[in-house]
C-alpha cells in the first residue's frame, strides 16, 4: 500500500485449506491482483448473482483506486484469497458512518471453478472476525438475489438471519425478482 498512512486496523493475513487440500491465503488486496479480481467479475455465473454486469478493466481499477481512499481513512477493507499465487476471490466490508458507524455492509465473491471448495466460507469467518476487532455490531447485506440458494445457504450457516424482503428489487434475465436483506448481530 502506498501514499499516505493508513488509518483504522491491518487486515491479517492467514493460511488455510480448502475442501480439495489446495493451500488458501487470505491477506488484503493489492493492485497486483486487479487483473484476476476483473476476470472474475466478468464471469456469466458470478456476476449473475452480483448487481453488476462485469466490468472493464478501467472500472476495476477506478474501483480499487476509490478503494485506496477509503481504505487509508478506515472505512473500506477487501480480503482477497489467493491458491498458488492467483486471486480466486474477495470479500470487501464497508463502515457505515455517523449513526451508523457501529454497521459494516459486506460482499463477496468466488472464482468460478473454486466455488464449492469452502472458500467463501473461509472468506465469510474471516472478514466477520475481522468486523469485531473493528468493534462494529452488526454486517448486513441488502438485495441478495432471491435465486441465489449457494449465497443464502452459506449466509444462514454463519448465523445470519433474514431480515426483509424487497419485492421486485433485482431485474434479472428479463424479470424481476425479489432481494433478501440479510444481518448478523456481533
Ligand atoms: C456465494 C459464494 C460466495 C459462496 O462461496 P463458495 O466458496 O462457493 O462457498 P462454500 O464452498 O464455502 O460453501 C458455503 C455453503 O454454501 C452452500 N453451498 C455450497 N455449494 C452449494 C450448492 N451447489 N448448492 C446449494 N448450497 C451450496 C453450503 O451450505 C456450503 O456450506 P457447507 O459446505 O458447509 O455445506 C460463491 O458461490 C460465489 O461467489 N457466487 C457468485 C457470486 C455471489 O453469489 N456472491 C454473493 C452475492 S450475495
Known sequence: MCGSPLHGLDLPKSKHKAKNGLNVTVREISKKDLENLNEILNQGNVNNFLHINGSSFEETLRYYENYLSERRIGLKYELVAEINKKVVGATIIE????????????????????????????????????????????????????????????????????EGLAKKAIRKNGKLIDGYHIGLIL
Open 95 to 162: 463502515l457505515g458512518k455517523y449513526k451508523r458507524s457501529h454497521t459494516g455492509k459486506f460482499a463477496i465473491f468466488i472464482h468460478s471453478q473454486y466455488q464449492g471448495l469452502g472458500i467463501g466460507t473461509i472468506l465469510m469467518k474471516q472478514i466477520i472476525d475481522f468486523a469485531k476487532k473493528l468493534g462494529l455490531k452488526r454486517i448486513e447485506a441488502n438485495n441478495i438475489h432471491s435465486d441465489n440458494k449457494v449465497a443464502l445457504n452459506l449466509y444462514k450457516k454463519l448465523g445470519f438471519k433474514i
